[in-house]
């Protein structure tokens, strides 16, 4: 299909789990990609590497986006490189799960650093380097519509990214730019399966229409798309990616 074709789109947190398989779909859509990582550099290149394998074109930028000169530099490398950046995915995410009663200063500090902050930071670059005609795909979850004990302090870090979405397709849809979350479910990655006994796995699965848990090529797909012309009529939605959860 190539319907990326041209297009030059920017993945926080892309070295691995949902993040390396959008990353490596839209590639073989055709668009050129910005693998961005925080600490692994190993691992974004070998994002990379796996791309290039396959015809595409990837570059690896390391940036903390909790930190906003960090990602003023990683909008300025890419677009050096490239020449523009049509997209941006906000994968990029911590999940600390806990009581809310057990969870510390630094556990919430944490999460608002890299989950709202980080989002903050690369729409505000987003604002004035994003390409006229671009598109911006932030990541929020599926547990922002579900009471789920231990959960608490990410659902608000979620929730903030909702609302983000929400104002800032306001305030680029002049320049073309149209904005969006998905919330995906429960999907087979190492951060979400890491320390859960099968049964809880099992349990979770069971609350959707398919009896699964999502696997993080379906997320891509979804992500493939809203990042497409196809999609530019839609801006400022929340949508789930969840198999029918919530």
Known sequence: MNSLINKVILVTGASRGIGAAVAKKLASEGA????????????????????????????ALQADVSKA????SLFDAAIAHYGKIDVLVNNAGIMITKLLKDTTDDDFTRQFEINVRGTFNTLREAATKLATG???INFSSTTTRVMMPTYSTYVATKGAVEQLTRVFAKEVGGRGINVNAILPGPTNTELF????PQELIDRLASLNAFNRIGEPEDIAKVVTFLASDEAKWISGQTIGVNGAMA
């Open 32 to 59: 050129k990609v910005i693998i961005n990582y925080a600490g692994d550099r190993e691992a974004g290149e070998q994002t990379v590497q796996s791309i290039k394998d396959n015809g595409g074109d990837a570059i």
């Open 69 to 72: 000169a960090e990602v003023a």
């Open 134 to 136: 671009g598109s911006v």
């Open 193 to 196: 399966t890491k320390g859960k």
